[in-house]
T-cell receptor, first 116, second 112 residues
Framework: GENVEQHPSTLSVQEGDSAVIKCTYS??????FPWYKQELGKGPQLIIDIRSNVGEKKDQRIAVTLNKTAKHFSLHITETQPEDSAVYFCAARFYLTTDSWGKLQFGAGTQVVVTP | GAGVSQSPSNKVTEKGKDVELRCDPI?????LYWYRQSLGQGLEFLIY????????KSGLPSDRFSAERTGGSVSTLTIQRTQQEDSAVYLCASSLDADTQYFGPGTRLTVL
């Protein structure tokens, strides 16, 4: 079945530095790749997503890149702030059947700690 | 507008008891998903509804787990004869299209 691997599992950065999280996926038919941020005691919240017809997308300090050939995608956070501290999950959508909406397969998560 | 809500927020139960977890999706969202998140782990897919039908039940861990959705809105996840390994946070998400899923705050289940 579909597999999504996420690295690193933990990431500690100094405030103001950049953070990069990488994910790889196995199903070449996957065409949608969201990133979620989960703060302690809360549900995951979508922060950015990218579709397979786009190579890069930016939203203020957050950017996502996609390499379809290599089947990997990355989250980049620039000028990190203490409020960026959270667990980040990548995901890839894959399909069970042609008439299915598909489902998201999530990576294991990255605990990001931004120290002042 | 109102987001996805789940109740209860916390549930403590004794081993062997049945529990029901409720999810109220965003109004108008046709798709509803249930996930399980064990401590410090990722999200494990359980079941997905499109309207009131469940095209994909592949993630339910055993026949003790079941879910239903009525009126294309509220969904209930039922766990019968709970075991300690069922302890986790159960997350619900809803979606209007095939892409963006909006998550609720989750129900933390503790089985003693």
């Amino acid at each position: 079945g579909e597999n999504v691997e996420q690295h690193p599992s933990t990431l500690s950065v100094q405030e103001g530095d950049s953070a990069v999280i990488k994910c790889t996926y196995s199903d070449s038919a996957s065409n949608y790749f969201p990133w979620y941020k989960q703060e302690l005691g809360k549900g995951p919240q979508l922060i950015i997503d990218i579709r397979s017809n786009v190579g890069e997308k930016k939203d203020q300090r957050i950017a996502v890149t996609l390499n379809k050939t290599a089947k990997h995608f990355s989250l980049h956070i620039t000028e990190t702030q203490p409020e960026d501290s959270a667990v980040y999950f990548c995901a890839a959508r894959f399909y069970l059947t042609t008439d299915s909406w598909g489902k998201l397969q999530f990576g294991a998560g990255t605990q990001v700690v931004v120290t002042p | 507008g109102a987001g996805v809500s789940q109740s209860p927020s916390n549930k403590v139960t004794e081993k062997g008891k049945d529990v029901e977890l409720r999810c109220d999706p965003i109004s108008g969202h046709t798709a509803l998903y249930w996930y399980r998140q064990s401590l410090g782990q990722g999200l494990e897919f359980l079941i997905y509804f499109q309207g009131n039908s469940a095209p994909d039940k592949s993630g339910l861990p055993s026949d003790r787990f079941s879910a239903e959705r009525t009126g294309g809105s509220v969904s209930t996840l039922t766990i019968q004869r709970t075991q300690q390994e069922d302890s986790a946070v159960y997350l619900c998400a809803s979606s209007l299209d095939a892409d963006t899923q909006y998550f609720g705050p989750g129900t933390r289940l503790t089985v003693l």
